[in-house]
């Protein structure tokens, strides 16, 4: 996917028209026809698998016209917005439908002529549909956007992989005719979520960014062979546990004991691999915070969104910064802001709580401190095989964080600081078919949730599972059920924050039916 277009010479836009739109002359990113409408229910007209059978296409044209066509259009919004300086985003998006209904319209009339054969209201919405796109959304990457059953969007050069909530992994056709369109894209992508500073560039090969729609987008280019871009999607925002409880991801009795988790101030670390939905179940937990309290985030990318949520209680939400790629005198990337720069500050805003989205690296250890010395309620989410291996991960990180602290001195500052561990495990079996021809799906549920209960042997946190599978009398439950393990005055403070003990004594739990997999875990 060489880049073999020749450049032209572009229009002279305006300075603001220049910034808002990708280099259109530099190869622009061509979209692949996409459907007037796009049913939930179904995959999106063209996405197939390798070896699947292409569908009919939507667009009675190729992408060529498409680039064309908003070429065209570009122009004519170039014109009108040099023409209007008090011009904002919203006007310059409407007066752009209009100046595309128009190019359109004369297109068609011009495509009906010299081919016979008039478009249907259909093919014509989806052209315009197609040509707005390119122009003031994420253009052919935006189907895969608008599907909410899309989970990951891979893009490797002109390789488009797509990871599906309800079914197995599909190719997509590629999302830009060459490597330069799609960095491009990609730059494109920065400038429209108000970050036109930071972009792919051989200065800068690497680029993180949150979507509009909350989707946080990685890329690297120029130290890889292609680009390559993961987009992860964040298919539900708003859900509490109860929404937990309807998926599956938990049971009424996990619901009740985490609901008492969190109001009764416990320090919590959720944990898992990437993608099994830590950041779903940190974000269903922290519904329950009272609204009366004052609760700071700290996140890479937003993800969250807490504060968003205006029935949820005053949140004051940190973000952290790239840099611009350049080095000061210090050697210090400019610009830069990382967790751990911010969390003095965020420290310093009066907070009952601080949640940390995504521990990666040095910040675990203000991140301790502060469920060490605050009231406690404080919750985060952090990378791990299993809920065990957790604990030697935050005092690696501790560890790692370049302040001379001793092992010894990071095992007690977790066993110190985290009253419970709560494990999500993932089961993907959409690759799997069952005997009775029945497809497998994705399985995401709490299987462990295990306490911290002080310095144990050899100086290092002991820990009991309150909650874990159990295979017992010929029934397996690989999902987190009672155990019975937890402190009394653990159980105490749960009580009184709204736990009835009785769910603790339930051998099974309330999970009901049995997990329906293909193959038995």
């Known amino acids: 996917m060489t880049d073999t277009r020749p450049e032209t010479t572009a229009p002279d836009y305006t300075t603001l028209f220049a910034q808002a739109l990708d280099e259109s002359t530099q190869g622009a990113p061509v979209l692949r026809p996409v459907p007037a409408q796009v049913s939930p229910a179904r995959l999106p007209a063209g996405l197939v698998h390798v070896s699947d059978t292409s ?56 495509y009906a002529a010299a081919s016979g054969a008039d478009l249907t209201p259909e093919q014509e919405r989806a052209v315009r549909g197609a040509v707005f796109d390119e122009l003031f959304r994420a253009g052919r990457l935006q189907p895969l956007l608008d599907d909410p059953n899309v989970e990951n969007i891979l893009i490797y050069g002109d390789k488009v992989r797509v990871d599906y909530a309800d079914r197995p992994t599909r190719a997509w056709d590629p999302i830009a005719k060459t490597d330069r369109d799609l960095i491009n894209l990609i730059n494109h992508l920065a400038r429209m979520q108000g970050q036109g500073e930071r972009a792919l560039t051989p200065a800068t090969p690497n680029l993180n960014l949150r979507m509009a729609d909350g989707s946080r987008l990685a890329a690297s280019a120029y130290v890889t062979p292609r680009p390559s871009i993961v987009i992860r999607r964040h298919r539900t925002r708003g859900q509490g546990l109860d929404d937990l409880v309807r998926w599956g991801t938990i049971d009424s009795s996990l619901a009740q ?4 988790a969190v109001r009764g101030r416990k320090n919590i670390i959720v944990v898992g691999s990437q993608g099994v939905g830590k950041t779903s179940l940190l974000r269903a937990m922290a519904r329950e915070i009272p609204r009366n309290e004052r609760v700071g985030t700290l996140e890479s990318e937003y993800e ?61 250890v203000p991140m301790l401190h502060a469920m060490n010395e605050g009231e406690g309620g404080s919750m985060a989410t952090l990378h791990a095989r299993n809920p065990q291996l957790s604990i030697e991960r935050m005092a690696t990180l501790c560890l790692e964080a370049g302040i001379g602290m001793t092992e010894a001195l ?112």
């Open 257 to 260: 004991f985490l609901r008492a």
């Open 410 to 521: 990071a095992y007690r500052l977790v066993a110190q600081a985290v009253d419970f561990i709560v494990y999500v495990r993932l089961v993907d079996e959409t690759e799997l078919v069952g005997p009775d021809g029945r497809p497998g799906r994705k399985h995401r549920f709490v299987s462990h949730i295990m306490e911290i209960t002080g310095i144990g042997e050899g100086g290092r946190p002991s820990y009991q599972m309150v909650f874990a599978p159990r295979d017992q009398d010929g029934r397996r439950e690989p999902r987190a059920v009672p155990h019975g393990n937890i402190s009394q005055t653990c159980v105490e403070d749960l009580v009184r924050a709204g736990l009835d003990a009785s769910v603790l004594r339930s051998r099974w739990g309330s999970w009901g039916a049995p997990l329906e997999t293909v193959m038995p875990l």
């Open 55 to 110: 569908a009919p296409a939507t667009l009675p044209v190729g992408h060529e016209v498409i680039a064309e066509l908003r070429f065209q259009a570009s122009g004519k919004i170039g014109e009108a917005a040099g023409a209007d300086a008090s011009m904002t985003e919203q006007d310059r998006r409407q007066r752009g439908q209009s100046i595309i209904m128009q190019v359109v319209s004369e297109w068609a009339t011009k």
């Open 304 to 364: 969250l969104h807490l504060h968003e949520d205006p029935e949820g209680p005053e949140v004051i939400a940190y973000e952290g910064r790239e840099s611009n790629g350049e080095r000061g005198a210090d050697g210090k990337l400019q610009g830069e802001l990382t967790l751990s720069d911010l969390f003095p500050q965020l420290l310093r805003m009066s907070l009952r709580r601080v949640i940390v989205g995504e521990v990666r690296s040095k910040e675990v």
